[in-house]
């Protein structure tokens, strides 16, 4: 925990000039204002914040959008990709009202008020996360859209014909790349579990991260992102997180392993001998996840594209269900697990262009809600299934096909959501109104396929 003094002592040793702060907006996109560091500076950030136009970052409407951030010192590191000495922090947003109360819907409030619900119910103490990332590295990306003119071009130097998953040298060209991105990443903090190749063959790549907190993994997901994105434009490479980039190609998620500790950060979902090693609260949780899987689509698959990625029959994690080492469940077990500390489960469903205080948010708020309501996911029918998903002595329930079915299960599904007021109706409908838009959008734009199948009919 640092306090003001402690940071400037830090930032005159090292000579710093700037003091950079980052805010995530409300689809994930990372934001920053840089001001010139001195110590009279930063009391003041500390003490009246600096303003900024909230509906930019799409929290408030633009005749009411006046807004104050101040840094977060527990999130302060030394940008890399700044010229300049810079430290770099995130922030907590405030009103403007006389006191400056706390905004209710400041992303990162809400995780850790999510949080804190294990404590009130008497859950648990923590959650803790480990993220994996999945993205591909190409050497050209071209794209355009207007009325008259739509095409995408591709270019990779990977070019081999089998499956990718750990492959080595000489058919992995990026290993030093994933090298240099993990010093990067355990430079500014973020611990890396390892990194290799994925199964995609014109460049996939995969680096798995150990586990944090809600928040600190929130905040690593939007660092990796940074890092990642910046060091690929410094090699004049592009990089990208989309969940179906390439036809054909193996989608890229961001599975998300996934247990809670107590007070002394032992793991509360372990048992000897249970169903893989867990209790019945872990599967009580497991549950309440899977129960409102679909609704959940809407945060952690936020995007028109990552519908392209969840198709059945290709190791996408489609089916509402849980199983061990089975990759089409929405929630996997992992069989190599044998640290009573790690005893957890993986949800698959995820993708990296959620926002991930929202989504990481919302997969707490369902599983609390599947403890509290003792939501069994035997009873419930959700498995455990080890066979194919595709088995047809098996009634399957599957995730949402589109964006606008899983906003349409988040209509239909949101109670759980507005728990002790982490979430909000109001929250929940401009979600919905802001996604709405981008799939009426995107399905009103003729696309180059459509012109292949039907120019001549």
Not at 9 to 21: A, G, N, P
Not at 223 to 248: C, E, G, S, V, W
Not at 358 to 365: E, H, K, Q, R
Not at 432 to 455: A, D, H
Request: charged letters at 25%; aromatic letters at 12%; a negative charge.
């Amino acid at each position: 925990m640092y306090d003001a003094k402690k940071i400037q002592e830090i930032l005159k040793d090292h000579r710093v000039e700037f003091i950079d702060l980052k805010v995530c907006d409300l689809q994930g996109r990372l934001h920053h204002l840089t001001l010139p560091y001195s110590e009279k500076v930063l009391d003041k950030l500390m003490t009246e914040g600096v303003g900024f136009d909230g509906s930019s970052y799409g929290f408030r409407r633009v005749e009411n959008s006046d807004m104050i951030m101040k840094p977060d010192l527990d999130t302060c590191m030394f940008d890399p990709f700044r010229e300049a000495p810079t430290i770099s922090c995130f922030t907590k947003v405030f009103n403007t009202d006389d006191q400056n109360t706390p905004y209710q819907y400041d992303l990162r409030n809400m995780a850790v008020r999510a949080e804190q619900l294990l404590q009130k119910y008497g859950i648990g103490s923590k959650s803790q996360w480990g993220p994996e990332f999945e993205f591909y590295i190409l050497n050209s990306v071209d794209f355009k859209v207007n009325a008259h003119e739509s095409y995408i071009k591709i270019e990779s130097e990977e070019q081999f014909g089998f499956n990718g998953y750990h492959i080595a040298n000489p058919f992995d060209l990026y290993d030093d790349f994933r090298d240099e991105a993990t010093r990067l990443l355990i430079k500014c903090g973020i611990p890396v579990k390892y990194h290799h190749h994925e199964v995609g063959n014109l460049g996939q790549q995969e680096i798995e991260i150990f586990f944090n907190d809600l928040l600190k993994s929130a905040d690593i997901i939007v660092l990796t992102k940074y890092i990642l994105h910046n060091l690929a434009a410094q090699k004049d490479l592009r990089l990208t997180f989309m969940p179906k980039p390439i036809y054909k190609q193996a989608g890229s998620g961001m599975h998300l392993h996934h247990f809670l500790v107590d007070a002394e950060m032992k793991n509360v979902f372990y048992q000897k001998g249970g169903y893989a090693n867990l209790n019945q609260n872990a599967l009580y949780y497991i549950g309440g996840v899977l129960k409102h899987a679909a609704a959940l689509c809407a945060f952690t698959n936020p995007t028109t594209n990552s519908y392209k990625r969840l198709v059945p029959g290709v190791e996408a994690p489609t089916a509402i269900n849980f199983g061990q080492a089975n990759r089409a469940s929405c929630v996997r077990i992992p069989r190599y697990v044998k640290n009573p500390q790690e005893a957890r489960f993986e949800y698959r469903p995820p993708d990296a262009t959620a926002n991930p205080y929202l989504a990481l948010t919302a997969i707490l708020m369902a599983g609390i809600d599947g403890i509290i309501n003792k939501i069994d996911p035997v009873k419930e029918g959700f498995g455990p299934y080890e066979a194919d998903d595709f088995d047809p002595k098996i009634l399957m329930r599957y995730l949402p096909f589109s964006l606008n079915a899983a906003l349409d299960a988040l209509k239909n599904d949101y109670q759980f959501l507005l728990r002790d007021g982490i979430f909000d109706i109001g929250l929940i409908e401009h979600w919905i109104e802001i996604k709405s838009r981008e799939f009426n959008e995107v399905s009103n734009w003729p696309s180059p396929i459509e012109f292949q199948m039907y120019f001549d009919l």
